[in-house]
Structures are given as structure tokens and as C-alpha cells.
């Protein structure tokens, strides 16, 4: 019994050798109009003349002339209207040589190679009979049915339809996609593109760069790895890797990812990035941090706002495309810029109107001038804060140049700036304020305290200059020597110097990055996109919230308008002061 099988397998063996000694030895077959004797490059040949054709299995070559040598006679050197068919694949070149024992043709002059997928021209092409691969070393142009491609080197299998290309490699096709890279192979089944060098593909959708991936021709679907970028009329995004797909208008970046919008001048970084642009909704997460440039008009540099929180969240005006849009953090807002500082629970920035909302017990720092209250909108010009107003417990405190605290709290309160430095502060119902007179720089003349429902302070490099009560004070002046600790502080007191952030705060690494929840919520824009900071529309735009409409200051006329001196002696109850700090 094992003998048999020896023997069969024997048997197997060596009818696999004679088959393929068969198809790669067959003798070519020859036949022309003349035949000569002859020798060309000192071998023995037949001169074949006229009507040439060459068969070897189901490969046939035709030309004009032809040199058989006469020791390889698999071996031939043709001239002249050279035509080679093969199943699928027919080429045609001036001159060429055919080597019937090694399987392999060489193409000279005008090369055109041609199967069902496509037609390549090159001035020199050698073609594996047995692998069915074509090889050029010369500039190739490709012309497929909506395509065409150049290189300098390629390869065409034609089994498996695949070109692979090297060197200054040109796709273009008729959706106006042009594909530029050093190496690349193309299924002309599939129309999948794949590159392995740094590659640019720009086509409606806008231009994609990458050094690693592929991409559907047909479909438009892409997958990058490696420094990719894609840059569409309204943003910039950045990742080491990213994906699109252009059914959906849905893209996605992971890895040291940065979004630009390129009309608003905005950049924000983080891990992950999603993005829809039929919807103009771009959500990044993963320690994200959003950097916006200032020019600083006094020191003629610019000045970058740092925004980070868990999630940011950009939304394009879907209403008016010519404005633009809003960014919404949540939660754990952390805000930094060289004269301003800030943290809340989230925010709304308004990008068209240059208004940040800032919603659940917000703190803020301006030099050295410190804000709070239960909500506060900010107004930047310039992107550089100009007015802020406070909501509900609005409280001020500002530090003078011997670190004592000047406070001023009200139910709301308006403060208006000037290059980052409070200049005046409005309060409207419930005032109070408590500063300190000084002279010159150095010396407590006393402190002021006053109750009054509204009121007006203005400030000079951060110090009280004026105060003016719109209604019936009740101040008081204590003297230097009378002052006690609980009289320093207004109620609701707290100096969070601690909590003030600073820049590295604001762009640490929030712990471990977050993942992407699963595949339908991230093809779903619409689930759980909508932070709470995120205030109703009207019109399909989205509105400040409801608490944030501003406070209603009475108008300040002679008739409620009340001044006294900071450094006179005390007045009753209701009397007229002129509290100016000298």
C-alpha cells in the first residue's frame, strides 16, 4: 500500500515537471513569405522576410521581419509592425524581442498595450507571457474608460487588473479628481486607488493629503494614515489619521488632530475629530483646546485666547452662510488669554457677534480684577475683551498696589474695558461696594462702604477713581485705625486666586482620551450633539439664553445723582459724597 501511493506521487510529480516544460519549452512556431540565411550581432539566424507570425501555445506575435537564431530558435528578434496577442491582452510596438524558452517580450518604439480595462502607451515595455505582467521604465500614459493616468515606472498585471505605478505618478478621471504621488497601484475593477508615498488628491469634496491609504474613485470614500490632512472650502483638518465618505459628507480624524476654520481664523486641536459638513457640525474631543489670534494693537503682537474643555462643538450658520457660526464647550470650560483668565461649567461663542455666553458659576479674572456671578456675557472687540456683563450674585474684586480688596456686588453688573483693564463697572440692584482710599501709592487714608440699589464706579489702571450713586446712598467713610477684619470683606466674599487657570492648566491633557461611541451614534449627527449650553434658535440660528438679556440701568440725571469726597469725614445716612481716590 505505501508503495502505490510512492509511486503515484512519483508519477504526480513528474507529470507536473512535463507540463510545465510543456507550456514554458514549447517550440515556437515560425512562418513568413521569404526565408534567408544569415547573422546579426555575430550569431547564425533565419531571416525571415514578409508576413511573419510566431505561435507558442496561445500566444501569437506578427511583424514585418524577423531574426531566429538558430541555436535558440524560442528566440527571435522581430522588426516592424510587431503585434503580440494574448487572451485579453494585445500589444503593438515598432521593434521587439521575443525570448519563447524564458517567456518574456521586449517592446521597443511606440508601445501600445491594450486589454478590456484600459490602453498603455510607453517607448519601452517588457511583458512576463507566463505572469501576465507588464513592466515600463519609461514615462507610461494610461487611458482607461474615465480615467488616465502617468508615471515614470509601472506595472500591469493583467490577471488581476492591478497597475502599479512609481515615480511623479498623475491620476486624473472624469469626476475632475487628480491624484498626485510618488507610488500608488490602481484596481481597474474596483477603481480603488492605494498609495505608499506622500500623496495629494483634490476633486470637489477638496484637497486630501496623506503618505499612507486608499481611495474610492468611484465612491469617493477615503481611508489616510500618516500626516493626513483634508482641506475643504471652509476647513482645514488635520490628524495621523483620517477617513471621509462622501455619501454621507461625514469625515473623521484621530490622532493629533487639528481643525482649522479657515473663514473664522480659528484652530481647534484634539485626539478626535467628527465632522459633517452637509449639516456644518464639526465635534472634537480628547483634550480639545481652541486657539483664536488677537492682535494686540498696544505691543503691535499678537495675543492667542486658549479655549479647552471635554467637547467642543463647532456649528456653521446653516441660515445666513455669509456669517458666522458658534463654538460651544461643555463641561469643564477653562479660558486663558495674557489679561484674561476664566473657568465655568459651559459656553456659548458666538463667533458672528464676537459674544461668549458662560452659564453655570462662572469666574473670571482681567490683571488683577476678579468677577463672578451666575451667568456673564462677554462682548469682545477685536478679540480682545471690551464689556462684560454679570447675572445674578454678581460680585467684583480688584486688588490696589498695597493688596488690599476693593469689591463692588450687585444683582447684575455691567464692566466695560480698555486694553484688557476694567475702566468702569455698572451695578444694577442690591448694590454694595467697599474700597479703599489711598494716598498716593502707599498709605490708607480710609475705607469706604456704601449701600445703594444702583451704581457707577470707574477705575483708572485698575484702581477706583469715581463712584457715582444713581439712588439714595447709605455710605459711610471708616478711618484707618477703626478698620477690623469682617469689615474688609463684603458678604459673599471669596479671593480664588488658586482657581485662576493659566495656560498650561488650560492645555493639559484631560486624562485618558475619550472613544467614539458606537458606529451608529457616530454616523447619527443629531444624537446627543446638542450640549445644554447650547441656547434655542430663532430662525434657525441659535440665541442667547434666556437669563442673559441685559440689565436695565436707570439713567443717570441730576436729579439721582449723588457725589461725595473719599477723604472727608463721614456723612449721614442719604447725604451727598464725592468719592474720588487719589
Same mark, same amino acid.
Request: hydrophobic share 35%; aromatic share 8%; net charge positive.
Given at each position: 500500500?505505501?508503495?502505490?501511493?510512492?509511486? &503515484?506521487?512519483?508519477?504526480?510529480?513528474?507529470?507536473?515537471?512535463?507540463?510545465?516544460?510543456?507550456?514554458?519549452?514549447?517550440?515556437?512556431?515560425?512562418?513568413?513569405?521569404?526565408?534567408?540565411?544569415?547573422?546579426?550581432?555575430?550569431?547564425?539566424?533565419?531571416? &525571415?522576410?514578409?508576413?511573419?507570425?510566431?505561435?507558442?501555445?496561445?500566444?501569437?506575435?506578427?511583424?514585418?521581419?524577423?531574426?531566429?537564431?538558430?541555436?535558440?530558435?524560442?528566440?527571435?528578434?522581430?522588426?516592424?509592425?510587431?503585434?503580440?496577442?494574448?487572451?485579453?491582452?494585445?500589444?503593438?510596438?515598432?521593434?521587439?524581442?521575443?525570448?519563447?524558452?524564458?517567456?518574456?517580450?521586449?517592446?521597443?518604439?511606440?508601445?501600445?498595450?491594450?486589454?478590456?480595462?484600459?490602453?498603455?502607451?510607453?517607448?519601452?515595455?517588457?511583458?512576463?507571457?507566463?505572469?501576465?505582467?507588464?513592466?515600463?521604465?519609461?514615462?507610461?500614459?494610461?487611458?482607461?474608460?474615465?480615467?488616465?493616468?502617468?508615471?515614470?515606472?509601472?506595472?500591469?498585471?493583467?490577471?488581476?487588473?492591478?497597475?502599479?505605478?512609481?515615480?511623479?505618478?498623475?491620476?486624473?478621471?472624469?469626476?475632475?479628481?487628480?491624484?498626485?504621488?510618488?507610488?500608488?497601484?490602481?484596481?481597474?475593477?474596483?477603481?480603488?486607488?492605494?498609495?505608499?508615498?506622500?500623496?495629494?488628491?483634490?476633486?470637489?469634496?477638496?484637497?486630501?493629503?496623506?503618505?499612507?491609504?486608499?481611495?474610492?474613485?468611484?465612491?469617493?470614500?477615503?481611508?489616510?494614515?500618516?500626516?493626513?490632512?483634508?482641506?475643504?472650502?471652509?476647513?482645514?483638518?488635520?490628524?495621523?489619521?483620517?477617513?471621509?465618505?462622501?455619501?454621507?459628507?461625514?469625515?473623521?480624524?484621530?490622532?493629533?488632530?487639528?481643525?482649522?476654520?479657515?473663514?473664522?481664523?480659528?484652530?481647534?486641536?484634539?485626539?478626535?475629530?467628527?465632522?459633517?459638513?452637509?449639516?456644518?457640525? *464639526?465635534?472634537?474631543?480628547?483634550?480639545?483646546?481652541?486657539?483664536?489670534?488677537?492682535?494686540?494693537?498696544?505691543?503691535?503682537?499678537?495675543?492667542?485666547?486658549? &479655549?479647552?474643555?471635554?467637547?467642543?462643538?463647532?456649528?456653521?450658520?446653516?441660515?445666513?452662510?455669509?456669517?458666522?457660526?458658534?463654538?460651544?464647550?461643555?463641561?469643564?470650560?477653562?479660558?486663558?488669554?495674557?489679561?484674561?483668565?476664566?473657568?465655568?461649567?459651559?459656553?456659548?461663542?458666538?463667533?458672528?457677534?464676537?459674544?461668549?455666553?458662560?452659564?453655570? *458659576?462662572?469666574?473670571?479674572?482681567?490683571?488683577?480684577?476678579?468677577?463672578?456671578?451666575?451667568?456673564?456675557?462677554?462682548?469682545?472687540?477685536?478679540?480682545?475683551?471690551?464689556?462684560?456683563?454679570?447675572?445674578?450674585?454678581?460680585?467684583?474684586?480688584?486688588?490696589?498696589?498695597?493688596?488690599?480688596?476693593?469689591?463692588?456686588?450687585?444683582?447684575?453688573?455691567?464692566?466695560?474695558?480698555?486694553?484688557?483693564?476694567?475702566?468702569?463697572?455698572?451695578?444694577?440692584?442690591?448694590?454694595?461696594?467697599?474700597?479703599?482710599?489711598?494716598?498716593?501709592?502707599?498709605?490708607?487714608?480710609?475705607?469706604?462702604?456704601?449701600?445703594?440699589?444702583?451704581?457707577?464706579?470707574?477705575?483708572?489702571?485698575?484702581?477706583?477713581?469715581?463712584?457715582?450713586?444713581?439712588?439714595?446712598?447709605?455710605?459711610?467713610?471708616?478711618?484707618?485705625?477703626?478698620?477690623?477684619?469682617?469689615?474688609?470683606?463684603?458678604?459673599?466674599?471669596?479671593?480664588?486666586?488658586?482657581?485662576?487657570?493659566?495656560?498650561?492648566?488650560?492645555?493639559?491633557?484631560?486624562?485618558?482620551?475619550?472613544?467614539?461611541?458606537?458606529?451608529?451614534?457616530?454616523?447619527?449627527?443629531?444624537?446627543?450633539?446638542?450640549?445644554?449650553?447650547?441656547?434655542?434658535?430663532?430662525?434657525?440660528?441659535?440665541?442667547?439664553?434666556? *437669563?442673559? *438679556?441685559?440689565?436695565?440701568?436707570?439713567?443717570?440725571?441730576?436729579?439721582?445723582?449723588?457725589?461725595?469726597?473719599?477723604?472727608?469725614?463721614?456723612?449721614?445716612?442719604?447725604?451727598?459724597?464725592?468719592?474720588?481716590?487719589?
Amino acid at each position: 500500500m505505501k508503495f502505490t501511493k510512492i509511486v &503515484l506521487v512519483a508519477l504526480i510529480s513528474v507529470w507536473s515537471m512535463v507540463s510545465a516544460w510543456a507550456q514554458q519549452g514549447q517550440r515556437v512556431e515560425v512562418s513568413s513569405s521569404t526565408l534567408q540565411a544569415g547573422t546579426y550581432k555575430g550569431e547564425e539566424v533565419r531571416r &525571415l522576410i514578409g508576413n511573419v507570425v510566431m505561435r507558442q501555445g496561445a500566444t501569437t506575435v506578427t511583424s514585418d521581419s524577423a531574426y531566429q537564431y538558430v541555436k535558440d530558435r524560442n528566440r527571435l528578434e522581430v522588426f516592424g509592425n510587431v503585434h503580440i496577442t494574448q487572451e485579453t491582452m494585445d500589444a503593438t510596438s515598432a521593434t521587439g524581442t521575443y525570448d519563447g524558452t524564458r517567456r518574456m517580450a521586449n517592446l521597443r518604439g511606440n508601445v501600445v498595450l491594450r486589454d478590456q480595462e484600459m490602453t498603455l502607451n510607453t517607448p519601452t515595455l517588457e511583458y512576463d507571457l507566463d505572469a501576465k505582467r507588464a513592466y515600463y521604465t519609461q514615462t507610461g500614459h494610461i487611458v482607461g474608460p474615465d480615467y488616465t493616468i502617468k508615471s515614470h515606472l509601472g506595472t500591469y498585471t493583467t490577471t488581476d487588473k492591478v497597475l502599479t505605478f512609481k515615480k511623479d505618478v498623475v491620476y486624473t478621471n472624469t469626476q475632475n479628481t487628480k491624484v498626485v504621488s510618488d507610488i500608488m497601484a490602481y484596481n481597474t475593477i474596483s477603481k480603488v486607488v492605494e498609495f505608499f508615498g506622500p500623496t495629494t488628491i483634490t476633486s470637489p469634496d477638496g484637497t486630501l493629503f496623506a503618505n499612507r491609504g486608499t481611495y474610492n474613485t468611484v465612491t469617493r470614500e477615503a481611508n489616510f494614515r500618516g500626516n493626513a490632512s483634508i482641506k475643504t472650502p471652509d476647513y482645514l483638518i488635520k490628524g495621523n489619521s483620517l477617513t471621509y465618505d462622501k455619501l454621507k459628507e461625514y469625515y473623521t480624524a484621530a490622532g493629533n488632530v487639528s481643525l482649522t476654520h479657515i473663514k473664522e481664523n480659528t484652530v481647534i486641536t484634539g485626539q478626535t475629530a467628527l465632522h459633517w459638513r452637509g449639516l456644518g457640525r *464639526s465635534k472634537v474631543f480628547g483634550s480639545p483646546v481652541m486657539r483664536t489670534v488677537a492682535a494686540n494693537s498696544k505691543n503691535n503682537v499678537n495675543d492667542t485666547m486658549f &479655549l479647552s474643555a471635554d467637547t467642543l462643538l463647532a456649528v456653521e450658520n446653516r441660515v445666513d452662510k455669509t456669517k458666522k457660526g458658534f463654538v460651544y464647550a461643555y463641561p469643564d470650560v477653562r479660558i486663558y488669554k495674557s489679561d484674561l483668565q476664566g473657568i465655568c461649567d459651559s459656553l456659548t461663542y458666538n463667533l458672528q457677534d464676537s459674544m461668549i455666553y458662560m452659564n453655570r *458659576s462662572p469666574k473670571l479674572w482681567a490683571n488683577k480684577s476678579q468677577m463672578t456671578a451666575d451667568s456673564v456675557i462677554m462682548q469682545l472687540r477685536d478679540k480682545t475683551l471690551d464689556q462684560m456683563r454679570m447675572f445674578g450674585n454678581s460680585f467684583a474684586i480688584s486688588q490696589d498696589t498695597l493688596e488690599n480688596f476693593n469689591q463692588v456686588k450687585g444683582r447684575n453688573m455691567t464692566a466695560r474695558f480698555a486694553e484688557g483693564k476694567i475702566r468702569r463697572i455698572d451695578v444694577n440692584g442690591n448694590g454694595e461696594s467697599l474700597y479703599f482710599a489711598l494716598q498716593g501709592d502707599s498709605t490708607v487714608m480710609g475705607m469706604n462702604k456704601a449701600f445703594c440699589s444702583d451704581m457707577r464706579m470707574q477705575f483708572n489702571d485698575g484702581q477706583v477713581q469715581f463712584i457715582t450713586f444713581l439712588t439714595e446712598p447709605d455710605a459711610k467713610l471708616i478711618p484707618p485705625h477703626e478698620l477690623e477684619e469682617p469689615e474688609k470683606r463684603l458678604k459673599g466674599f471669596v479671593w480664588r486666586a488658586d482657581e485662576k487657570p493659566t495656560r498650561a492648566f488650560v492645555l493639559e491633557k484631560r486624562g485618558v482620551a475619550r472613544k467614539k461611541s458606537d458606529p451608529a451614534a457616530a454616523s447619527s449627527p443629531a444624537r446627543g450633539a446638542k450640549p445644554a449650553a447650547v441656547p434655542p434658535k430663532k430662525n434657525g440660528v441659535a440665541a442667547p439664553p434666556a *437669563s442673559a *438679556s441685559p440689565a436695565k440701568v436707570a439713567p443717570v440725571t441730576p436729579a439721582n445723582r449723588k457725589t461725595v469726597p473719599a477723604t472727608t469725614t463721614p456723612q449721614r445716612k442719604g447725604a451727598a459724597e464725592k468719592l474720588r481716590v487719589e
